[in-house]
């Protein structure tokens, strides 16, 4: 058999290497995206973040790498939406009530309308923005929005009447603020990720919010009373930036479609069972009374509640915005979710 030259075996690798399909494999450029988050990692919305990263990576074998940034790394609460807009990070998850003004529409899931759970929350509040299209989305793109599980009363000291809460030092934002404002309480407005060091400096007494942070953020630890009012959600979204989805090849945009409702509905899902999880764990490991309001008083801690809603539609309508429209919409979309 005739030895191969070298120059024969040169010219067939310069053939195989120059080959369009066998470039794409070898020299294919890996499209790095950051993605960043603002409370610490163990919580729910760095835990959906991990998976959404995992099912982004898998999904595009490979051809995408998801950089995570938890716990304010990269931004913070409150500098999410416009850090993102301005390209300081790729992609961010925030939460809408640290801006109550600005997501005037979205914010409206957590006017007091009784949605039960995170899972029918997530699809509420998505229903919510593809039928408005609200402009202060114009900026970016949304790949995904979800709620928390409605909010509860977490509390160093207990909490039974509405005597109880009355000029007590208590931190909520945005739609759930409002809530605890009219209960008489002293409100102080603070993203979450600001919340543990507050309470351990003795500068709220609790807080109004979904019952996962008391394993997730260990508030059990000084949080031995919980009041359950399952009253309101927190919205969220995660967003990327407008430029950056732009030059995104058509199947990564693709694969990152296709997740937008599926990862509402995984968050919720991992909400709902995660709060089962930590009310759990609270009482066993930290002995934490889950204190449960009467027939009466729920009647009456409510009733302070409705003229919220109508307050709100007004404050819309005054903006140009179909207030009535919107909250008759929720309405509805809770009714197809828990049909
Ligand atoms: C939340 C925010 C960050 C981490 C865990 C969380 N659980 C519930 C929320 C809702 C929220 O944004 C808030 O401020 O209560």
Redesign the pocket.
């Known amino acids: 058999m005739k030895r191969l030259s070298l120059f024969t075996l040169a010219t067939a690798l310069t053939v195989i290497l120059a080959l369009p399909g066998f470039q794409a494999d070898v020299h294919a450029k890996i499209i790095n995206l950051n993605y960043a988050n603002?409370?610490p990692a163990p919580?729910?919305?760095c835990v959906q973040m991990e998976r959404w990263k995992d099912e982004v990576e898998k999904r595009t074998n490979g051809k995408v790498k998801i950089n995570t940034f938890p716990g304010g790394t990269l931004l913070e609460a409150k500098g999410m939406m416009d850090g993102v807009i301005a390209g300081q990070a790729d992609i961010g998850c925030l939460?809408m009530?640290y801006q109550p003004g600005r997501f005037m529409v979205t914010n409206a899931v957590s006017l007091p309308v009784e949605i039960p759970d995170s899972a029918t929350g997530s699809l509420v509040l998505l229903d919510l923005y593809r039928k408005y299209k609200p402009a202060s989305f114009d900026k970016v793109k949304v790949l995904t929005m979800f709620t928390?599980a409605p909010a509860n009363i977490m509390c160093k000291s207990p909490v039974r009447t509405l005597e109880d809460i009355k000029g007590m030092d208590l931190r909520?934002?945005g739609g759930?603020a409002e809530i605890l404002k009219a209960w008489g309480a002293n409100q102080i407005g603070m993203?979450?990720?600001a919340t543990p060091e507050a309470l351990q400096k003795g500068v709220v007494q609790g807080?109004f919010?979904?019952l996962?942070?008391m394993k997730?953020l260990k508030f059990a630890e000084d949080c031995k009373y919980v009041t359950m009012t399952n009253t309101v959600v927190?919205p969220f979204a995660v967003v990327m930036n407008k430029d950056k989805w732009k030059s995104l090849p058509e199947d990564v945009k693709k694969v990152m479609e296709e997740l937008v409702t599926e990862q509402a509905l995984w968050t919720g899902n991992y909400m709902d069972t995660h709060v089962n999880e930590a009310v759990a764990w609270s009482k066993k490991t930290h002995n934490v009374e889950f204190i449960e309001l009467d027939k009466k008083s729920i009647v009456k801690w409510n009733s302070v509640l409705s003229p919220i809603i109508n307050k709100w539609i007004k404050e819309a309508e005054e903006k140009g915005l179909d207030g009535k429209g919107i909250v008759d919409a929720i309405y509805g979309m809770i009714g197809e979710h828990t049909k």
Request: aromatic share 14%; hydrophobic share 40%.
């Open positions: 603002f409370p919580t729910f919305p939460c009530a928390t909520a934002s759930a993203p979450m990720s807080l919010s979904s996962e942070v997730d927190y």
